[in-house]
């Protein structure tokens, strides 16, 4: 999938923004249990100022993400927003970790790496700590796993971490950066 759009310029139309909130406001709706002290309309009120961050919210839907607000962050005002696709985001797997991990496997090589698609789109790799707070959300990546955001002292011994949650426990792995498997993709945040 490609992700850019045609004028190559990171931003929506009109009615492509509407489409996104209107999306986004229809699963915030849905999932009151993930943002239970949060407002609507101040939510919108953020996505509409910000309209560089739904060109990135539309790109996680796009890829199968389900994005929905998750938290907000007192000190900066900014709502934190997940994948919450019920497994790894279809759209975002088969990937290696990141550049260099594709950059080594001299065969079979994956359409794309995993730190790279994520830039691209504008949003974060989850970390460790971040998939085990989305996880009290409810049960994600029971048959997937997602990479998740590596230490740079595990990335110089060429691996890299990811995460599942299989018998009600979150797991934490590692595997070479240069893997990838159709149910590994990987999970974003962005703040909005």
Known sequence: MTL???SSKKELLGGQ??????????????????HESLEWANVQAR???NPEKLWSLDQMERTGGEPDVVGHDQKSGEYVVYDCSA?????RRSLCYDREALELRKEHKPKDNAVDMAAAMGIELLTEEQYREFQK???FDTKTSSWVKTPSEFRKRGGALFCDRRYDTVFLY?????SYYAGRGFRGSLKV
């Open 4 to 6: 850019k759009n045609k």
């Open 17 to 34: 923004r509407e489409e996104v909130i209107r999306t986004l406001k229809t699963r915030f709706d849905k999932n009151m249990g993930r």
């Open 47 to 49: 996505l509409e100022a």
């Open 87 to 91: 497994e790894s985001p279809n759209g």
């Open 137 to 139: 959300l409810g049960d």
């Open 174 to 178: 590692h595997n070479g950066a240069e």
